[in-house]
């Protein structure tokens, strides 16, 4: 079975910060891969994703996110950090039958 | 506006009690799907639906129930046998690889 891993639970950045986001996914075959990001107590809403191509994918909100098919890796970044992207972050990977495997998340704290 | 809607957003059940959720989607797509989800596990998949009058169960299907009688509902019932029912519960759609989510269902048992 697919499996996406997310090492970190929790990550606090001072605003204007860069921030790098960890995901590291399990899949045989050329991977579907998804960041999503959810406001407390609300669904999810698509970031960007990747399905083939150049491997630095740009996304909505300044995000950007590299996939590195050598580490299995398809890690989230953003240059500047503002107070509201406070949020928790999923890694997600499509398998067969569009089902989406997610990983357990990353909560993000932004500081002034 | 199309998208996915969830109802109740707050639910309370004793314990031992059935409970259904709502989920109802105007996108017409085929293919629906219940997540759990839990502090620190992120979601996972309850049950799945590619066509009407057809559904498969995920990962965690047990103690849930669901059907599919028309493309646009695909209600879910958290059943008395699920153990450990206090979550909140996304609905999904997708379609060409494309997600579309509910704004959830916090279900808390008592």
């Known amino acids: 079975a697919q499996s996406v891993t997310q090492p970190d639970i929790h990550i606090t950045v001072s605003e204007g910060a860069s921030l790098e986001l960890r995901c590291n996914y399990s899949?045989?075959?050329?991977?579907?891969l998804f960041w999503y990001v959810q406001s407390p107590g609300q669904g999810l809403q698509l970031l960007l994703k990747?399905?083939?191509?150049?491997?630095l994918v740009q996304g909505i909100k300044g995000f950007e996110a590299e996939f590195k098919r050598s580490q299995s890796s398809f890690n989230l970044r953003k240059p500047s950090v503002h107070w509201s992207d406070a949020a928790e972050y999923f890694c997600?990977?499509?398998?067969?039958?569009?089902?989406?495997?997610f990983g357990a998340g990353t909560i993000l704290r932004v500081k002034s | 506006d199309g998208g996915i809607t969830q109802s109740p957003k707050y639910l309370f059940r004793k314990e031992g009690q059935n409970v259904t959720l709502s989920c109802e989607q105007n996108?017409?797509?085929?293919?629906m799907y219940w997540y759990r989800q839990d502090p620190g596990q992120g979601l996972r998949l309850i049950y799945y639906?590619?066509?009407?009058?057809?559904?498969q169960k995920g990962d965690i299907a047990e103690g849930y129930s669901v059907s599919r009688e028309k493309k646009e509902s695909f209600p879910l019932t958290v059943t008395s046998a699920q153990k450990n029912p206090t979550a909140f519960y996304l609905c999904?759609?997708?379609?060409?690889?494309?997600?579309?989510f509910g704004q959830g269902t916090r279900l808390t048992v008592v």
């Open positions: 997600a990977v499509m398998e067969y039958g569009n089902k989406l495997v």
């Open positions: 899949y045989g075959a050329t991977p579907y």
């Open positions: 990747y399905f083939s191509g150049d491997t």
């Open positions: 996108l017409n797509h085929d293919a």
């Open positions: 639906s590619q066509i009407v009058n057809d559904f």
């Open positions: 999904a759609s997708i379609k060409n690889t494309e997600a579309f």
